[in-house]
């Protein structure tokens, strides 16, 4: 329970890999929304409806949510000395990053799709 578990570098990896994938979305998104300032709502719609805006912001919610999620669990796992106390942290936070992520995803693909 001392030593190494062995996963550290995929774990890291993983985390390096999402940020690098949302840097390019977020700066997409950033641009985006920046030039949609006086946006109608049906104006909003259309744009959320675009095929490749869709896949960007579903894209784009998974990753952010996922990175969060693995950032947390470092900060716990480093932070949280009670074994019991880290697990339920941990568990409590990937659950919530799963459940916002699949709420945006949903409501993405409700405008989308127009439900």
């Avoid at 805006?53 to 894209?59: E, I, N, R």
């Avoid at 693995?70 to 990937?94: C, F, L, N, P």
């Amino acid at each position: 329970g001392l030593g190494s578990a062995k996963e550290g570098v995929g774990h890291w990896w993983s985390q390096r890999l999402s940020s690098l994938l949302m840097m390019p979305l977020v700066l997409w998104f950033g641009f985006s929304v920046a030039s949609l300032p006086q946006a109608s709502h049906a104006e909003l719609v259309n744009w959320i409806s675009s095929p490749a805006v869709t896949v960007a912001l579903v894209l784009l919610i998974i990753t952010v949510f996922y990175h969060a999620q693995q950032g947390m669990q470092v900060v716990i796992e480093d932070y949280v000395s009670t074994h019991w106390k880290r697990t339920a942290a941990i568990i409590v936070v990937s659950f919530l990053c799963l459940l916002l992520a699949v709420i945006g995803v949903i409501a993405v693909l409700r405008i989308a799709l127009g439900g």
